[in-house]
C-alpha cells in the first residue's frame, strides 16, 4: 500500500503543531506557579516599602519638633503629611489581600486542586472590595464592576483576571507612591532648612562631640559639622527611599507584564522567564536552580 507524501507532511505537521501546543500548555501552566510565587515576593516587597515610609514619615515628624525646640521656632512645612498620615492601614490592608490572593493562585497551579478548593474566587472578592475604596478612571471602574460581577457569578477565566487585577493594583499603588515620594521630598527640604536655622549654640561641644568624625577643636565648628551629618543622614534616608519605591513600581509593571503573557493570543512566544527573572534581579532573590 502506498502512502501519499502529501498526507504525510499534513500529519507530520499536525504532530509537529499538536506537540508544540501541548508543550506550550504545559509552560504556561508551569509558569502559573512560578508567577505565583513571584507575586508574593513582589507583595513582600510592597510591604516592606511601605514600613520603610512609614519609617521615614515618623522619622521626619520627630525631627521637626525637635528643631523647633532647638530653633526656637515652629513651621507648618510639615502640614500636608496630615492628609495621608492615617493612610498607611488602607495600603497594608490592600497590600495583604493582595498577597492572600497569589497564595490562592499558587494553590490553582496544582492540577489536584480547583478553583472552589484554592479559594482564589471570595479572594478576587475580597480584593474588588476593598479596590472599591480607592479612586479609579471612568473606564478602570467599568473593569473593576466587571470583575466583581464574573467572581460573583461564578463565570470568569482566572488569567482573565488577573491580568486586570494586576493593572487595576498597579495604578493604585503608583498613584500612591507618586503621592508618597512628593511628600517625603517636601519633608526632607523643610528639614534641612529647619537645620540651617539651628544657632550651633544649641549644642553642647562636648556631648556631639564622640558623633563627629573630624578631629576638630574649635566647639562652633564641632557643631557645625555635625548639623551637616545630620542633613547628610537625612540625605541618604531619603536616597535609600526614592530608590526603594522606584524598584517596586518596576517590579509591579514587570508582574503586570507577566500576566499580559498569560492572556496572549499566541502562546509560541512568551517571556514569562525572563520577566520572572527581572523581579528577582530587582529584589535581589536567588535564582531557584
Known amino acids: 500500500m ?36 513571584v507575586g508574593i515576593e513582589v507583595f513582600d516587597a510592597a510591604e516592606k516599602t511601605y514600613d520603610s515610609l512609614q519609617v521615614l514619615d515618623y522619622y521626619y515628624d520627630y525631627n521637626r519638633k525637635y528643631l523647633e525646640i532647638l530653633a526656637g521656632d515652629s513651621t507648618t512645612g510639615y502640614e500636608k503629611r496630615k492628609s495621608i498620615k492615617n493612610s498607611y492601614s488602607k495600603m497594608s490592608e490592600l497590600i495583604h489581600y493582595l498577597q492572600k490572593l497569589y497564595r490562592s493562585y499558587e494553590m490553582l497551579s496544582d492540577i489536584n486542586i480547583g478553583v472552589d478548593k484554592s479559594g482564589i474566587r471570595p479572594n478576587f472578592e475580597l ?80 556631648k556631639i562631640k564622640p558623633l563627629v568624625k573630624e578631629p576638630l577643636k574649635n566647639n562652633d565648628d564641632i557643631a557645625k559639622i555635625y548639623i551637616m551629618q545630620l542633613a547628610n543622614d537625612a540625605f541618604k534616608k531619603q536616597l ?22 498569560f492572556v496572549k493570543q499566541d502562546k509560541s512566544n512568551v517571556n514569562i522567564d525572563r520577566f520572572t527573572a527581572e523581579i528577582r534581579q530587582l529584589l535581589n532573590i536567588k535564582q531557584n536552580k
Open 240 to 261: 535609600a527611599a526614592e530608590a526603594q519605591v522606584a524598584t517596586l513600581v518596576k517590579v509591579l509593571e514587570t508582574l503586570h507584564r507577566i500576566h499580559a503573557e
Open 127 to 206: 480584593l474588588t472590595m476593598r479596590l472599591d475604596s480607592f479612586e479609579f478612571s471612568e473606564a478602570n471602574k467599568i473593569i473593576l464592576n466587571e470583575i466583581k460581577l464574573a467572581a460573583k457569578a461564578h463565570k470568569f477565566e482566572t488569567k482573565d483576571i488577573m491580568f486586570q487585577l494586576s493593572a487595576l493594583t498597579l495604578d493604585v499603588i503608583e498613584r500612591d507612591l507618586a503621592t508618597r515620594t512628593e511628600l517625603a521630598k517636601s519633608n526632607y527640604e523643610h528639614y534641612t532648612e529647619q537645620l540651617k536655622r539651628v544657632p550651633v549654640s544649641a549644642f553642647d561641644a562636648e
Open 2 to 37: 502506498k502512502v501519499n507524501k502529501l498526507n504525510i507532511k499534513i500529519l507530520a505537521i499536525t504532530f509537529t503543531a499538536s506537540f508544540l501546543g501541548a508543550c506550550s500548555q504545559d509552560y504556561i501552566v508551569n509558569r502559573q506557579a512560578e508567577t505565583a510565587i
